[in-house]
């Protein structure tokens, strides 16, 4: 039998209020309000805040608080990321972010959804499906990614984008859906 983080990582519905899982959050409230907390003269505190927070963290990586996240185990971050202020990231499912993405100010990143059925959605389950974001990749200011979507390998996502399906490598994308514009240049 599966555990609810088991099933929770799996992509299948799970019971958020499950014991475990209430406990990881908070731990992960707590390191996440310490990071907030910090000054820009602790950077040696900030870095252990982060490391302790995103395990996966890589060099070079880079967070303005204030940042916001579930767990922070479930996200994957390569090298030389920069995250600008007031990040959001809901990773009940794998959030991978690769080398040298930047993510301008208030990006909301949502792996966590919930079911269509109102039988369900009245059960308390919910599900994640994983976001997936390519190497060299920008994201505007306020753009949110829904989940289950990939950003292809050098693309930009314009500010406020609200991007619901998949976007492919080398392209400029933006709007409300979120469409492909053109190539980068």
């Known amino acids: ?15 958020p209020l499950d014991q475990q899982l209430c406990d ?3 731990r992960a409230r707590l390191l996440f309000k310490a990071l907030n907390d ?6 040696e505190e900030r870095s252990r805040l982060l490391k302790e927070l995103i395990p ?11 940042f916001y996240c579930d767990y922070g185990s479930n996200i994957l971050l390569a090298g030389k990321v920069f995250i600008n202020f007031n990040c959001v990231i809901l990773d009940v499912a794998p959030v991978r972010i690769g080398n040298g ?3 301008g100010p208030a990006v909301q990143i949502y792996a966590a959804t919930h079911p269509l059925t109102v039988a369900e959605r009245r059960a308390g ?5 994983g976001i997936e974001i390519g190497d060299d990749a920008w994201i505007g200011g306020g753009a949110i990614l829904s989940p289950g979507v990939r950003i292809g ?8 984008s609200v991007v619901t399906r998949n976007i492919p490598e080398g392209v400029v994308a933006a709007g409300n859906p979120c469409l492909v514009l053109r190539p980068v240049d």
């Open 24 to 26: 990881e959050r908070r």
């Open 38 to 43: 910090t000054r820009d003269d602790q950077m």
């Open 153 to 160: 390998k050098g693309s930009i996502i314009g500010a406020g």
């Open 56 to 66: 996966s963290a890589g060099p070079n990586v880079w967070i303005e608080p204030p």
């Open 101 to 103: 993405v930047l993510i």
């Open 125 to 129: 389950v919910e599900f994640g499906k």
């Open 1 to 15: 039998m599966k555990t609810e983080k088991e099933k929770m990582l799996a992509g299948e519905l799970y019971d």
